[in-house]
């Protein structure tokens, strides 16, 4: 049984008065302990996606399955509980958090908020979550700007997983990243789903990062799906036109062909 | 500390400071230096300043010592303005977050009724409320309050409108937070500034408010207050001018200590945001 079973999730938009899709009856479904890659142009409706499935914005027609139940039904109390089980990890690590948080009460307050810990084991837990994404426990007490990018970015995963969800969505999460940081954050990622069998919603549009991480791929045009199956089936031989652009302008892969 | 010197570099600034100093350490020396009631009768009436050093500002129509009256008086002033601008910074903040976070009929409506507060001359408001309620320390701060809140709701409602877009506010949903925390606990703080920026000028305005309202009658009549004292001094004002004129002048200086303060404060905030 799927995890997330999205199915023609609409999106509409005004964009000069006239209303135009900016996600068009996208359907898709991401199974436990999976990797989905949405690749596709900017503009082509990836974070609106990420925004629809997170229930950040509510959709104009489509559903939603999220862990077997209609994620779209639920609404106050019960939907903040659920959203234990969903996360996120966004681009920007800084704009992503409180400019006054410290690491500590950005890691506090999802053990509090689902009752996952008591106020006493809390900082004990914060100490785990750190060391678990391969940071200092010391780092608890320091301002959230007072970190590197780096750093912010495994604390932001560090807050995702805390809650102890069945998926992440990452949208661009390593993008911001220099390229030795990257390799290293997305090794974290793969440790994680190996051992905890974290699903992942992974938007990017580096179809060679994608290659290494997603299982499927889902390439969007335009608020649609151009074309979608196995990633590096996909990226090694895409049918679609906007699916062969992308590989075309992905320069370590055509470095790669033989 | 950087900021504090940034702060004292400018002449304006330090005069403000120091004005603003004196007049805390007139409100907080009163009862020390003037113990007793500044309503008693000190000597005999209308005595002109500078002459017996018991009485150095003289005394007014019923023999009060003029000096006494207005060192209470730098304490009511103080505490009416500073309490009725919290008040006012408090509810124009909650408000405002309200309103800009809420969004939709909340907002629609929090909105209406901050115009509706706003199109009332706020004088008015405040002459209006005391003489419906009667005139006492608390009415008076809470009728001061009551005309003073909107300018700070607007400014906090424009700053969180664009605070609530920014991902963190976004990743406190995520994480199931509950709207009210994101609102005052994530989104409030972070709008505070601009909305404190006003304080100054509501602080004085708060003052300059408690001032017509005691000069009409309507303070509190337990206490000294520089408005009550030029009333009490116009009846007499050909004879003995300076009944009106020193509490005037303290008033004056208030604001102007006040003012000046506050923009020495913005300026140097300004300098060190450019800067950085
Ligand atoms: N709130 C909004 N109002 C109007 N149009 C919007 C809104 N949000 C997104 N859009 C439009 O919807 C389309 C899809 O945007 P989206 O952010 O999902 O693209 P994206 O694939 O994430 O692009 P990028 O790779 O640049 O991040 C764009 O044309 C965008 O302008
Ligand atoms: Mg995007």
Do not use: C
């Amino acid at each position: 049984m799927s995890l997330l079973a999205v199915s023609n999730l609409t999106k509409r938009y005004h964009r000069g008065g006239k209303p135009f899709a900016a996600v068009d009856e996208v359907s898709f479904e991401v199974g436990p302990g999976e990797t989905l890659a949405l690749a596709g142009p900017s503009g082509s409706g990836k974070s609106t996606i990420a925004r629809l499935v997170l229930r950040l914005i509510e959709p104009d027609a489509g559903r939603i399955g999220f862990e077997g139940a209609d994620f779209l039904a639920l609404s106050g109390a019960a939907l903040r509980a659920r959203r234990a089980r969903l996360q996120m990890v966004f681009q920007d690590p800084l704009a992503a958090f409180n400019p006054r948080a410290t690491v500590a009460r950005v890691l506090d307050d999802p053990l509090r908020i689902h009752n996952i810990a008591s106020r006493a084991e809390r900082p004990r837990r914060i100490a785990a979550l750190l060391e678990r994404v391969g940071l200092d426990a010391g780092l608890a007490a320091r301002a959230i700007h007072e970190i590197s990018g780096g750093q912010r970015q495994r604390v932001a995963i560090a807050r995702a997983i805390a809650t102890r969800p069945s998926l992440i969505v990452l949208d661009e999460a390593v993008s911001a990243l220099d390229v030795s940081v990257r390799g290293q954050i997305l090794e974290l990622l793969l440790d994680l789903q190996r051992r905890e069998r974290i699903a992942y919603l992974f938007i990017s549009h580096d179809l060679g990062v994608i290659r290494a991480v997603a299982h499927r791929v889902v390439i969007l045009d335009a608020g649609r799906i151009a074309e979608s199956g196995d990633a590096r089936a996909v990226i090694a031989n895409p049918q679609s036109p906007v699916g062969k652009a992308l590989v075309e302008a992905a320069p370590r892969l055509t470095r790669n062909r033989p | 500390m950087n900021r504090l010197r940034r702060f004292f570099r400018t002449p304006e600034a330090i005069a403000g400071a120091l004005i603003l100093a004196l007049l805390a350490a007139m409100a907080l020396a009163a009862p020390l230096l003037f113990p007793g009631d500044p309503q008693a009768i000190a000597g005999p009436a209308l005595q002109p300043p500078f002459q017996d050093w018991s009485v150095p500002l003289g005394t007014d129509r019923l023999g009060r010592n003029v000096l006494a009256e207005l060192f209470h008086g730098a304490r009511t002033s103080l505490a009416v303005g500073l309490a009725a601008a919290a008040a006012a910074l408090l509810i124009g903040a909650v408000v405002g977050t309200l309103a800009g976070f809420a969004g939709g009929l909340i907002d629609e409506a929090l909105m209406r009724v901050t115009d509706a507060f706003q199109t009332v001359p706020s004088f008015l408001l405040a002459l209006a409320f005391v003489s419906i309620v009667g005139p006492s320390l608390g009415v008076v701060v809470a009728a001061i309050a009551l005309s003073a809140w909107t300018g700070p709701a607007r400014v906090a409602r424009a700053e969180v409108l664009s605070i609530r877009e920014r991902d963190y506010v976004a990743g406190a949903r995520v994480i199931g937070m509950h709207p009210l925390e994101i609102a005052f606990r994530e989104v409030l703080p972070n709008a505070l500034p601009p909305v404190l920026a006003l304080s100054s000028v509501i602080v004085a305005a708060a003052i300059l408010t408690e001032a017509a309202l005691s000069f009409l009658g309507l303070g509190d009549p337990n206490r000294v207050t520089w408005g009550g004292m030029i009333a009490e001094g116009r009846t007499v004002l050909r004879t003995a001018p300076f009944l009106s004129v020193v509490p005037g002048v303290a008033l004056v200086l208030t604001v102007l200590g006040i003012y000046l303060t506050g923009e020495g404060v913005v300026e140097s905030t300004a300098v060190s945001r450019s800067l950085s």
